[in-house]
């Protein structure tokens, strides 16, 4: 008996439409990342890995660490859950005025921090990167102020973002991305021989005010009653939110200190070190990122109720598929990663110390990918569990070891420490995880057999398919393209015959007469 027999039929069917949800999310997601990697690539092509582009990342890392730590993943996962319930109870006398509270504030307190930022953005500069010359503090000043709408347009923008998806309308935030890409790229190529490196900042604002239309598919939303937000809407809503953003703080201060580190050392090393995570991260973001969105809905409503042995199956399901899916991923980024520098940094802009250093911080950062995909899904797990508390616990140990190790090994083997104590972190923080989990989702010993075979099964599929790459081939992007299909149909034929089919049987579609017949759950 397979995971998926585990899991009722009617459950089954809701979980597969999730499943095909998740197709749109990760074609849409593809198209994002894909119009992403060619957005990078412009910008490593147009600008080099310069100082100059040191300082747009610096500034850009500035930006993110405030939406990320007062309106990102905050909003989603304190937002999401109570607006949702009350749509699925059809109260939507409730969900209108607390659609209106969150967005009002989300609004007053991201347009307070952009104009605190504007304001103090040289002395900022200073602080975090003290490496820094004056060339690059003040391009780094001059585009963090033109960069501080962002705060605002994305915070916004990620409300919508979450009203639409609980209200399972994935098609236009999901389409939203790759056009805003695609205006980022545009005004690269257009403006750049204007303003040069500045150029880079305008032309984020420019994609990211696309992110305000989101509310136009969401204006009904609003109006559809007056009252006033309740009180039990506020206080949960209130303390998730300041919950979660200490949670976050330790995710996003250590992407910060990195790059405060990196600052004291050779000039481009912020801008290798950003392409290198961003290219190894691509899998996490169109992948995971996509599966955990749909799932958590289900999640919600799902892990809280009877029976809890298809809970249980739940949980192990998402954890096999994660894992089956960024495995391969991950295998050929470690085994590639010359190939991947070489060819994104391109003849402009290449260097043997960029290719190098790249190369190096490609391989680090994929070697964690299996973690950090299961620190994505176990984390919407724990939201969904009401395990927030346990789940900001684990998190700040598991962050404050990161910091510690960043700065540790850092100092004492260069700045080759900094990927590594990342490394370190991600499969620290998964096994915390898997720890606690188990307090709270009781488990038994079938369902732990069944899934460590199939986790086994899966790691050893991957690892027997990476063999193709003792074959004797010259580095080329040719054969790292040959490669990397023979790996992939290997690796597929492997989990065929022994019988792991998860991802397929997720995104089977089911019999129609079987979904009409099926309630809505509650």
């Known amino acids: 008996m397979t995971i998926r027999e585990w899991i009722p039929s009617r459950r089954w069917d809701l979980i597969r439409r999730d499943g095909t949800a998740a197709v749109l999310i990760a074609a849409f997601s593809v198209a994002s990342t894909f119009f992403g990697f060619i957005r990078e690539m412009a910008i490593a092509r147009v600008y080099g890995v310069t100082a100059h582009t040191d300082a747009f990342f610096a500034a850009f890392t500035l930006i993110s660490f405030l939406f990320f730590l007062f309106a990102g993943g905050a909003v989603q996962n304190s937002f999401m859950p109570t607006y949702q319930s009350r749509i699925e109870n059809n109260e939507q006398n409730l969900a209108a005025p607390l659609l209106r509270w969150v967005t009002l504030r989300i609004g007053l307190l991201t347009s307070t921090l952009a104009l605190i930022l504007f304001l103090s953005a040289e002395e900022v500069v200073r602080f975090v990167y003290s490496g820094f010359d004056e060339g690059a503090v003040d391009a780094a000043t001059t585009m963090t102020r033109i960069l501080c709408p962002l705060i605002v347009l994305a915070s916004l923008g990620n409300v919508a973002q979450a009203v639409l998806h609980s209200q399972r309308r994935f098609f236009i935030p999901a389409m939203i991305p790759a056009a805003s890409n695609i205006i980022i790229i545009s005004g690269i190529l257009g403006l750049g021989w204007r303003f040069g490196i500045f150029s880079l900042a305008i032309s984020y604002v420019l994609g990211y005010i696309l992110w305000i239309l989101l509310f136009f598919f969401i204006f009904t939303s609003f ?13 949960f809503v209130t303390g998730s939110f300041i919950f979660l953003s200490s949670l976050i703080i330790f995710d996003q201060l250590s992407g910060l200190v990195q790059r405060s580190l990196l600052s004291q050392f050779e000039p481009g090393l912020i801008s290798a070190f950003t392409f290198g995570t961003r290219i190894a991260g691509l899998p996490v973001g169109i992948l995971a990122g996509a599966l955990a969105i749909v799932l958590f809905p289900q999640l919600i409503s799902y892990i809280n109720t009877p029976p809890k042995d298809s809970s249980r199956s739940l949980i192990s399901f998402g954890a096999i598929i994660m894992l089956t899916l960024i495995l391969p991923p991950a295998i050929f980024l470690v085994l590639e990663s010359s190939v991947v520098a070489s060819t994104f940094l391109g003849p402009s802009s290449r260097s043997a110390s960029a290719v190098a250093n790249m190369a190096q911080i490609i391989t680090i950062y994929a070697a964690s990918l299996p973690a950090q995909a299961m620190i994505l899904y176990l984390g919407k797990v724990y939201v969904a569990a009401g395990q927030a508390a346990k789940l900001l616990i684990i ?70 398919s990476a063999l193709i790459w003792l074959a004797p081939l010259e580095p080329t992007l040719i054969s790292t393209i040959a490669r990397g299909v023979i790996f992939i149909l290997l690796y597929g034929f492997i989990l065929g015959i022994s019988g792991e089919r998860a991802v397929l049987e997720l995104f089977r579609r089911p019999r129609r007469r079987q979904l009409l017949n099926t309630p809505p759950l509650r």
Do not use: C, M
């Open 395 to 464: 998190s700040v140990a598991a962050g404050s070891v990161q910091i510690v190790l960043t700065f540790v090994l850092s100092s004492t083997i260069g700045w080759t420490g900094i990927p590594l104590a990342t490394l370190v972190y991600a499969y620290l923080h998964t096994s915390l995880l898997l720890f606690w989990l188990f307090r709270f989702v009781d488990t038994d010993r079938r369902t732990t057999l069944k899934t460590l075979k199939s986790l086994t099964t899966v790691l050893g599929a991957g690892f027997v």
């Open 223 to 235: 109006r559809s009653s007056k009252e006033p937000i309740s009180n039990l809407d506020r206080r």
